[in-house]
């Protein structure tokens, strides 16, 4: 079974500052697929990155860069400029081609201070 | 511009109701995913749907139950409706790629189910 660790629960950023929030995954399968996603108070879901398994470059979107360390199954998200915007909770997950399912971490709530 | 659409925002429904929740994806995607957000739990997955008439199990499953009839239209039904699911439902499709393709899930705008 895969599973999906977000270990910090709320973090406070100052702005214009970057951020770094953790995300360890656990499968058994080689191929598999990471996602980050922002949920502002609003409550959509919106997708910020991805990460193939086999990619050998970590991802970039803009001010979202996602640090994939496979030996260590880590694929923590840097977020570069915090901009108030950027307060949400965020959530890591991942999904495998075992069985396509896409499993979540429990988030982590990021405040940007002025 | 693509679209999940579920079919309330805001719910109340009474203990031991039978209680459904639709959602409908306009996309064409073969997945689909019902979700429930608990605060400090993050997403848990529920059920999902790789095709018509087919389910899976998620991590979640006692005390829901799923249909999909049609590739747009995936259902949850909760038999008979307790008060600890009270929760916030989310609807998610995508299409089947082949992992580790990218196969961004889109959402709904979410359920806010209360049972009393």
């Known amino acids: 079974a895969q599973k999906i660790t977000q270990t910090q629960p709320g973090m406070f950023v100052q702005e214009k500052e970057a951020v770094t929030l953790d995300c360890t995954y656990d499968t058994s399968d080689p191929s598999y697929g990471l996602f980050w996603y922002k949920q502002p108070s609003s409550g959509e879901m919106i997708f910020l990155i991805y990460q193939g398994s086999y990619d050998q470059q970590n991802a970039t979107e803009g001010r979202y860069s996602l640090n994939f360390q496979k030996a260590r199954k880590s694929a923590n998200l840097v977020i570069s400029a915090s901009q108030l915007g950027d307060s949400a909770m965020y959530f890591c997950a991942m999904s495998n081609s075992n069985d396509y399912k896409l499993s979540f971490g429990a988030g982590t709530t990021v405040t940007v201070r002025a | 511009d693509v679209k999940v659409t579920q079919s309330s925002r805001y719910l109340v429904k009474r203990t031991g109701e039978k209680v459904f929740l639709e959602c409908v994806q306009d996309m064409d995607h073969e997945n689909m995913f019902w979700y429930r957000q608990d605060p400090g739990l993050g997403l848990r997955l529920i059920y999902f749907s790789y095709d018509v008439k087919m389910k899976e199990k998620g991590d979640i499953p006692e005390g829901y139950s799923v249909s999909r009839e049609k590739k747009e239209r995936f259902s949850l039904i909760l038999e008979s409706a307790s008060t600890n699911q009270t929760s916030m439902y989310l609807c998610?499709?995508?299409?089947?790629?082949?992992?580790?393709?990218?196969?961004?899930?889109?959402f709904g705008q979410g359920t806010r189910l209360t049972v009393v």
């Open positions: 998610a499709s995508s299409l089947m790629g082949y992992v580790p393709v990218n196969t961004e899930a889109f």
